[in-house]
Every structure is written in C-alpha cells, then in structure tokens.
T-cell receptor, first 111, second 115 residues
C-alpha cells in the first residue's frame, strides 16, 4: 500500500528565504505527483502536477522535482512571502486508484 | 481546463439528520469520481471510488451505509452522510478523472459541521 511522508511537518521561516519541502513515497509505480496548497477553512489549490515521465515543473516562484526511482519529490519556494503561509500537501498516484496524500507541511512565513 | 464543482462549500447540520454533497464535472465526462475526507491535522484519506452506473467501492473502515455515494450520471456524483454525528464533522472533497486519462481534478471541498 502506498505511503506518503512529508518532511518537515511544520516550518517557520522569515520572509524572503528560499525553502524546500520534501515528499517521499514508498511505491514508485505512480502516474503523477501533485503538490497542493490548503489554506485554513478553504479547499485545495493545485500548485503543480508532475507526470511520471517528467522530472520537474515550474510555476512562478515554485519548482517541483520528481525522482520516481528513489520515491522523492521536493517543492522549492523561492523568495518566500507571508502569503505563502499555508499547509502544503503532496499527493501521488493518479489513474483508477485515486491519490494518496501526505499529512502536509504547515508553513509559516514570518513578515 | 477541466473543472470540478462541489456544493455546498460549507454546511452545518443537526446531529441525526442527513446531508448531501454534490460533485459535478462541468466540462468533461467523469467516468470515475473519488471521495476523500480530512480530519483536523490529518492527511486526506480516500473514502470511496465510484464509477458511473455501478456501486461505489469503499475503502476499509468506511461505512457504506452511512456514507451513501451515488454516481448516476457521467457528470454528477453525490455523497450523502446519513444520520450525521459530530464525529462526522470533517472536510470532504471529491475528485474526478476524465475517461482514459490519469490526471485527477478536484472540487473545492465541503466543510461539514455537525452540531
């Protein structure tokens, strides 16, 4: 059964820093990996989607990488801003089996 | 891009009543829809997978008689929480896949509070 682990569980950094969130998964047979953002009381916002054949995706200040063979993904956030404060979720799978989520990294960017 | 709409976004109901959450694919036919639940400070967990026109497949530990899922058309799946209790208060979110593709599209989620 797929297991997804996110490290760290929580992170607090000053504004402007670059940071890396980590995601690891136990079964490399995935269709894709997605990073989501969840704000308190809100729904999920999809940030980046990496297909299994891809190595990375970029959107603005966000860059996500995927190393399927080692079961790892990282989400890089450049020049962090207070508005980036949220919980970031990693999810793997796709196809007919749905997604398996990690527990998330709770990120706080200090002004 | 593909859009999945979920309604209501927030609902408060009394203990013992039933509440229905709708999940619609707006611009594509969703042969498979998924329902997830997230308890506070926990990860999203898959509850069930539903394919259009057939019974939903529930994950272990999810009561199928309590969480009724209907996927009567290619664009609509509903989750009904029957005889709701305060412990059913949670964030419920649906997702859908397009026929033959592996990308999953998510609804906005529904916050259920049972009082």
């Amino acid at each position: 059964k797929q297991e997804v682990t996110q490290i760290p569980a929580a992170l607090s950094v000053p504004e402007g820093e670059n940071l890396v969130l980590n995601c690891s998964f136990t079964d490399s047979a995935i269709y894709n990996l997605q990073w989501f953002r969840q704000d308190p009381g809100k729904g999920l916002t999809s940030l980046l989607l990496i297909q299994s054949s891809q190595r990375e995706q970029t959107s603005g200040r966000l860059n996500a990488s995927l190393d399927k063979s080692s079961g790892r993904s990282t989400l890089y956030i450049a020049a962090s801003q207070p508005g980036d404060s949220a919980t970031y979720l990693c999810a793997v799978g796709g196809g007919a089996d749905g997604l398996t989520f990690g527990k998330g990294t709770h990120l706080i960017i200090q002004p | 891009g593909a859009v999945v709409s979920q309604h209501p976004s927030r609902v408060i109901c009394k203990s013992g009543t039933s509440v229905k959450i709708e999940c619609r694919s707006l611009d594509f036919q969703a042969t498979t829809m998924f329902w997830y639940r997230q308890f506070p400070k926990k990860s999203l967990m898959l509850m069930a997978t539903s394919n259009e026109g057939s019974k939903a497949t529930y994950e272990q530990g999810v009561e199928k008689d309590k969480f009724l899922i209907n996927h009567a058309s290619l664009t609509l799946s509903t989750l009904t929480v029957t005889s709701a209790h305060p412990e059913d208060s949670s964030f419920y979110i649906c997702s859908a896949t397009r026929d033959g593709r592996n990308t999953i599209y998510f609804g906005e989620g529904s916050w259920l509070t049972v009082v």
